[in-house]
């Protein structure tokens, strides 16, 4: 999404005027609404300060550029961030795959421990327990990574929706 920085206006028509030059009067009442219905804050223009971002909303012609009115704080940004997460997700499915591997080796081992201390007190009681704390990692270790890659999608989103 493009941004553009406020002045001294005192209203959205004055904001779209400066802004959207050359523009009809049908055209410059469209982008007045345009502009207030991405940022109802415009309401009470007055009340803002010079240099409050002010959302350009995609539907509506580009502003000249002018230096210190507009601006795109992202630009280049979103890209880079959307595909650092991808590589994130990645990492995590990497993590969840060789943690899956090692906790398929567990009962295989719980099989040789059972065998090794077969006949000592608490014995089976200690290996029924460790098979009930594998069965709750594997649980455990499923549901971190719905989480997580959950988190990961939804900030992707959300990024992506800063370029609109």
């Known amino acids: 999404m493009k941004f553009l920085l406020k002045g001294d206006e005192q209203n959205v028509k004055e904001i779209a005027a400066n802004t959207f030059r050359g523009l009809s ?28 971002l002010i959302r350009i909303p995609p539907d509506i012609a580009r502003p000249a550029e002018e230096p210190n009115t507009y601006v795109d704080p992202i630009e280049g940004m979103v890209s880079n ?60 270790n499923e549901k971190n990574l719905e989480r997580g890659l959950d988190a990961v999608r939804k ?6 929706g800063l370029d609109r």
């Open 25 to 52: 009067a049908a055209e410059l009442t469209k982008a007045s609404a345009a502009l207030l219905k991405a940022n109802p804050e415009l309401k009470n223009v007055a009340n803002l300060p010079p240099g409050t």
């Open 81 to 140: 961030v959307i595909k650092e997460l991808t590589m994130l997700e990645a990492e995590i499915n990497a993590s969840h795959k060789d943690h899956q591997l090692t906790l398929e080796k567990y009962p295989e081992k719980l099989k040789q421990a059972r065998e090794i201390f077969a006949g000592r007190p608490d014995a089976e009681a200690v290996a029924s327990n460790l098979t009930d704390q594998l069965k709750k990692s594997k649980a455990s």
């Open 155 to 160: 900030m992707r989103e959300t990024v992506a």
